[in-house]
């Protein structure tokens, strides 16, 4: 992968990646300087390019491989070697062929529109210290579905701006001193008519924003975020709602015990739509907990786990059949006798 930067007094500013693949990961450091910024249009395809050849040709952008140990091995910028490798350059890793980006711990700053129009894109991984972005950043990214944060306790960080940005329903999993997994539903606005008063009044829908507020001088909380549960559960889907549950229970970083409670209880009353997903989707880790947890304790355990056998059969989960099995065989036995299924 070639990236074409800017050195900026002891600081770089990335300009545009060359790669085939649609995954990139940003380096921390070229040259020996920190990566510190991603220019205006980085990875939109409605970057002017002639800024970049003019700029490449004039020695004020350089370019590096991050493949290479350190990234010293710039092109050097004499016309007729700056010319050969720009018709010898990978596709530049723009607008619709992004799909994966990985940002560095020393990154600081996003220029404005650096994913407009990047509507692949799906996941996106970066650090607390990102503490400036551009406006209009995710402009016509439709498609963001991940975020990766790392942050240590109380650490402030850009998340709740790039929430607010992207109105979909997003997956974001927090690093740091524990692991929290959580979703943001969607939210949407709608301009509604008050004739009488002849004004036009706007009205939210989804939790989306409740949940987007959950934040307290962009530190991220907890508590306030496990206090919008109720509204989830009378606004969200089954699939949104039962994902907000098991990521807070699986990864309980400060889930109190009272706010532990709400979400068990949601799901043992949607017990059998929880483990149809669960087979369905084929992840064996969800299957364990849910069995271990909420099935087994079960006054009907048994018959549960034999549904739940059969689900796995019928949908072809061989390794999630065996399991259950397994399990029945060891927990549900007088003697050396297995109950029949």
Avoid at 38 to 45: D, V
Avoid at 67 to 87: F, H, I, M, Y
Avoid at 232 to 244: H, I, L, S
């Amino acid at each position: 992968m070639k990236v074409l930067y800017e050195n900026t007094g002891g600081e770089i500013r990335v300009w545009r990646f060359y790669s085939y693949g649609g995954e990139a990961e940003v380096p921390d450091c070229i040259e020996g300087c920190p990566v510190t910024e991603l220019a205006p249009y980085a990875f939109s395809a409605h970057m002017e390019e002639e800024k970049l050849e003019t700029g490449l040709k004039e020695g004020r952008f350089l370019l590096a491989d991050t493949g290479e140990e350190s990234a010293v091995n710039r092109v050097p910028p004499r016309q007729k070697e700056t010319e050969d490798t720009l018709s010898m350059l990978p596709l530049a890793l723009k607008g619709m062929e992004l799909r994966k980006l990985n940002l560095p711990r020393t990154l600081k700053k996003i220029g404005a529109y650096a994913f407009y129009n990047c509507n692949a894109l799906e996941k996106l991984s970066f650090f607390g210290g990102l503490k400036d972005l551009g406006a209009g950043l995710f402009t016509g990214c439709h498609h963001l579905k991940e975020l990766h944060v790392t942050l240590e306790r109380g650490e402030s960080s850009c998340l709740q701006e790039i929430l607010m940005e992207v109105p979909e329903k997003l997956s974001v999993t927090l690093h740091g001193n524990e692991e929290a997994r959580l979703i943001f539903p969607e939210f949407y606005e709608e301009g509604v008519e008050n004739t009488p008063a002849r004004i036009l009044m706007t009205k939210m829908h989804g939790s989306g924003m409740n949940y987007r507020n959950c934040f307290y001088q962009k530190v991220f909380d907890f508590q306030a975020y496990d206090q919008c549960f109720y509204r989830a559960r009378a606004e969200e889907d089954f699939a949104t709602v039962f994902g907000m549950a098991v990521g807070r229970l699986l990864y309980p970083w400060e889930l109190g015990a009272d706010k532990k409670a709400a979400y068990e209880d949601y799901i043992c009353n949607h017990l059998e739509e929880a483990a149809r997903k669960a087979v369905g989707e084929r992840e064996k880790k969800l299957l364990i907990y849910l069995t271990e947890t909420f099935v087994l304790p079960h006054s009907n355990g048994r018959d549960m786990l034999k549904g739940m056998i059969d689900l796995a059969t019928s949908e072809g989960y061989t390794e999630g059949a065996a399991w259950l099995l397994d399990v029945l065989h060891r927990t549900f036995q007088t003697g050396a006798k297995v109950f029949e299924l």
